[in-house]
């Protein structure tokens, strides 16, 4: 069973930078997919960044060029740095992990991020 803590998000003005960070515990991290979600109020949920294995990460178009994902095998973590911030990057944030070893995923419990105008 893999568990997945959030830390991070708030409230930030337009133009800000915010940065969130999630920890896996149990199973083996580098053998996981990982990345981060979002969703909005009446909105449905939307992919912020997803990395495989190896490679680079794949980012969604509203986030390309401002926000950047990282993984820490060492300490079990992932990160997403978020830059120039619009209001419309309000949202839940949830950290996504999937195991390729169970194909199972397991998300974060969510962090809210609120961008000011």
């Known amino acids: 069973q893999v568990q997945l803590v959030e830390s991070g998000g708030g409230l930030v003005q337009a133009g800000g930078s915010l940065g969130l960070s999630c920890t896996a515990s149990?199973?083996?991290?580098?053998?996981?997919?990982v990345g981060w979600y979002r969703r909005a109020p009446g909105k449905e949920r939307e992919l912020v960044a997803l990395?495989?294995?190896?490679?680079?990460?794949t980012y969604g178009d509203s986030v390309k060029g401002r926000f950047t994902m990282a993984r820490d095998n060492a300490k079990n973590s992932i990160y997403l740095q978020m830059d120039s911030l619009k209001p419309e990057d309000t949202a839940v944030y949830y950290c996504?992990?999937?195991?390729?070893?169970?194909?199972?995923?397991?998300w974060g419990q969510g962090t809210q991020v609120t961008v000011s105008s």
């Open positions: 996504y992990v999937y195991s390729w070893s169970s194909t199972r995923e397991y």
């Open positions: 149990g199973g083996i991290f580098k053998s996981y997919s």
């Open positions: 990395a495989d294995l190896s490679g680079p990460p």
